[in-house]
């Protein structure tokens, strides 16, 4: 059971909006720490796409965003593309766990 | 460009043990901290193990602790996961990642290797 929360799946239209959800506690984003985004290409290794909360690396799309309110995230990918169906993580840290970072269980993206 | 290749995974009996390695390249390899993160078959991102840029401060995961050890040569650029009594639990992928820091203290992974796959079993 991961400390970080995702939905399973989500789906959307080419061209439409999808959001993907991140929800944590008082210990991890809710205690202020940030929130990180990795895209997971079927048999690929992560990616980095966003850091720091909204943070777009080089290279990434601005169709993606990144944002933080409270003790959730939220992903936010618009114009959707087919090239977009990938596994989604969140990542953060927690304070009650010795670890240095924690995953959310993952979203898979499936475009229409 | 930045580059992570790992290598060393196998099919190995319970008990037994492995050592992976990571070959780094395209940046400074001693100024940067890393990390081992695995992913079993079908699941998520699990971190395991830390290691700071000069090898002194390193973390596990409690899943871990007391039967792994992360090295690092930077010497020879590499990082190393040295895996002993090996569960069938440990079966995944293992990626090394570079570690980068985000405002005072937030830390995200901003370079993944390909990975290497360890199986346990008998």
């Known amino acids: 059971q991961s400390v970080l929360t995702q939905p399973p799946s989500v789906s959307g239209a080419p061209g439409q909006r999808v959001t993907i959800s991140c929800t944590g506690s008082s210990s991890n984003i809710g205690a202020g720490y940030d929130v990180h985004w990795y895209q997971q290409l079927p048999g690929t290794a992560p990616k980095l796409l966003i850091y720091g909360n909204s943070n777009r690396p080089s290279g990434v799309p601005d169709r993606f965003s990144g944002s933080k309110s409270g003790t959730s995230a939220s992903l936010a990918i618009t114009g959707l593309q087919a090239e977009d169906e990938a596994d989604y993580y969140c990542q953060s840290y927690d304070s009650s766990l010795s670890g240095l970072a924690v995953f959310g269980g993952g979203t898979q993206l499936t475009v229409l | 460009q930045v580059q992570l290749v790992e290598s060393g995974g196998g099919l190995v009996k319970p008990g037994g043990s492995l050592r992976l390695s990571c070959a780094a390249s395209?940046?400074?390899?001693?100024?940067?901290?890393m990390s081992w993160i695995r992913q079993a078959p079908g699941k998520g991102l699990e971190w395991v193990s830390y290691?700071?840029?000069?090898?002194?401060?390193?973390y596990y995961a409690d899943s871990v602790k007391g039967r792994f050890t992360i090295s690092r040569d930077n010497a020879k650029n590499s990082l190393y996961l040295q895996m002993n009594s090996l569960r069938a639990e440990d079966t995944a992928v293992y990626y090394c990642?570079?570690?980068?820091?985000?405002?005072?203290?937030?830390?995200?992974?901003?370079?993944w290797g390909q990975g290497t796959l360890v199986t346990v079993s008998s």
């Open positions: 290691i700071s840029s000069s090898g002194s401060t390193i």
């Open positions: 990642a570079r570690h980068s820091k985000y405002g005072s203290g937030s830390y995200y992974f901003d370079y």
């Open positions: 395209g940046f400074t390899f001693s100024d940067y901290y």
